[in-house]
């Protein structure tokens, strides 16, 4: 439409000099095989207006008057030109041509180019924040504090995206596991953008995971802990409970087993430790799917941290997929005796906290569980983004969102590992449990 707007004005308008005509710019080839063939030019088809308004009318043209008539202030340059031909006769209605009045603006900055300046988080209510981006908006302000700094880096572009839309753009993706797209089009943003504003608060929230992911120091926390843990189902001494689950991620593109889990899928196999609370204490989210739970565990900084630097005094409980340790105590393979079916069953009924964890995480950052599809990154993106969905969930703790969500629909669960018991060799690990056993459970 707009080249043939712009044929039409080059045709009605009267002859300018220094004008290029139809024929310099390569409309004129078949006017010319015409003229010779002694035929006459075709005349322009009829073009109705699209609102019932000329080009003058649609580019604010003087229509007072014909070319050359003296009426008009443009005489050479060509306006009224939709009403009146170069010979004085006005034009018929059906020649008039409409042009289109295109956004530079969206052409130029894309279509968050107004968007991203009208969006702000006042202007939205709190039931808005909660279904879009998952969380409530004194949450949403706390991290707009918390990585607001990291976020505002120096930047060359004109139109640099606020730290505030960066993080609802990463939480919408978190929340939702829906298409950067999608979730770009709803807060008015490009794919591209929408993919740098997820790497740029996922970075943020990495490099504070030590922050908000760690096992307490003092003395008085960790009797906190263990207190909480005894009285959930009465088992003593317990610093947390561990457990492994996988999250679905893309084939690396190299041709690469390693993250090949049993089940044929490849994954991330992610180590985790949390208290009564749910509370997250340890998160390694880097290990390949191919790994079982007790190769993980082995050459985890968890073993090391446990072995060298925490309080004997204390234990983790794991299922029966870890080997028995003095720092972790297992179920027991056959129970035979009333005291042995009663550390067992508390045992259970203790360690079925981190079970309920990795539901709560799944179904509240919708991009883990598998519903929407794998993680579209490689398994060392997967990793931070997981690490910060830990990160986001300890912190959602902290403000009191600690409601247990319900199980995740997700394609993977929490025990996806086939494991076979594992027997412990360590002698003083078994005499540590025995004594627990006797002292406790008898």
Known sequence: MFAAALSACSRHSPPVRGALSPQSWGGGGRSRRRRKAGQRPAPLPPVAPACGESIAANVGLDRRGPPGSGCGAGEASGK????????????????????????????????????????KLEDVTDEYLVSTYGFPRQFICYLVDLLGAT???????????????QILAALGFYTSGSFQTRMGDAIGISQASMSRCVANVTEALVERASQFICFPKDEATLQTLKDDFYGLAGMPGVLGVVDCTHVAIKAPNAEDLSYVNRKGLHSLNCLMVCDSRGVLLSAETHWPGSLP?????EQAALTSQFETELHKDGWLLGDSSFLLRTWLMTPLHIPETPAEYRYNMAHSATHNIIERTFRTIRSRFRCLDGSKGTLQYSPEKSSHIILACCVLHNISLQHGLDVWSAPATGHMEQSEEEYEQMESVDSEACRVRQELLLTHFS
């Open 293 to 297: 739970d007790c190769t993980v565990l």
């Open 80 to 119: 009224a030109l939709s009403e009146w031909s170069p010979r004085g006769r006005p034009w018929p209605s059906a020649m008039a041509v409409p042009i289109a009045v295109l956004d530079c603006d969206l052409l130029l900055y894309g279509r968050g180019h107004r968007t991203l300046d009208r969006f």
């Open 151 to 165: 976020l505002s880096r120096p930047t060359q572009r004109s139109r640099a995206i606020s730290p505030e839309t």
